[in-house]
């Protein structure tokens, strides 16, 4: 459980993988890979039409990448692997011919904005404010840039990775379209998620597979993309500035 873990069910051509970390569901890179991995079994199923993606618990969807991982990080190609299981998920997302629906219920923060973006339809309930954090721990969010900015564009993206202390509501992120509906209950939202999901499943494979490639046209690049991307972060995180923006807060210093 230290790591993490991440669990997939099958029912009526519906797959819910679910993922959990004792640290307000942050991503420790072990766990990436291994939701990366259920994504892509579950897009290789036959018994299942569409995916969704969703967190335990109520508070946090995503806490973003483990800051024990990152403090780790002694050299370059640990801190470029580490980044790297980011751009796994993303890409496999990206890859699938499935609908993946994400499901925010809490706060989601850095790579957590980078997986609720990088979904083909994403719902949450009105506790899911975001912020991308990484400018205040000496990098910035480079892996999951592409996925974010392709979602709300260059302006909001912008907004929030400039201002990384600062929380945006589930309405602004609704409006910027990263959110296709927020939901004032968990009831409802997860009436919401079985309702569109149950509705694909009965959809046509074939005209489902052409919509998720139409909509994903101009990022075939993203392999090579994202490799380059998890390598400026790696080089980044070994810088003395990170460390000692991770060890304080770590320590609580910040917030």
Known sequence: MASGQVSTSIDQQIATITFSHPQSNSLPGDLLRRIAK??????????????????????????????????SIQNLEDGKTFFSGFAS????IRKISKFVIVRVQ??????????ACAGDYTL????????????AVGIGPFVVGPAVER?????????????????????WAKEKGMYASVFESLT?????IETLAKRLAQSSPDAMKMIKRITWEGTENWDKLLA????????????DFSKNAIAAFKSGVRN
């Open 38 to 71: 259920e994504i892509e079994l579950a897009g290789e199923n036959e018994s299942a039409r569409v995916i969704i993606l969703k967190s335990e618990g109520e508070k946090t969807f995503c806490a973003g990448a483990s800051f024990d991982e990152l403090a």
């Open 106 to 115: 809490g706060k989601a923060v850095g790579g957590g904005v980078g997986l």
């Open 228 to 239: 380059e991307r998890a390598e400026i972060s790696g080089k980044l995180v070994l810088s």
């Open 151 to 171: 979602k709300i564009g260059n302006s909001a993206f912008s907004m929030l990775s400039i201002n990384a202390t600062e929380w945006h509501s589930a309405q």
């Open 188 to 192: 409802e939202l997860d009436s919401a």
């Open 124 to 135: 949450a309930h009105n506790s899911a404010s975001v912020k991308l954090s990484e400018l």
């Open 89 to 92: 998920v993303i890409n496999a």
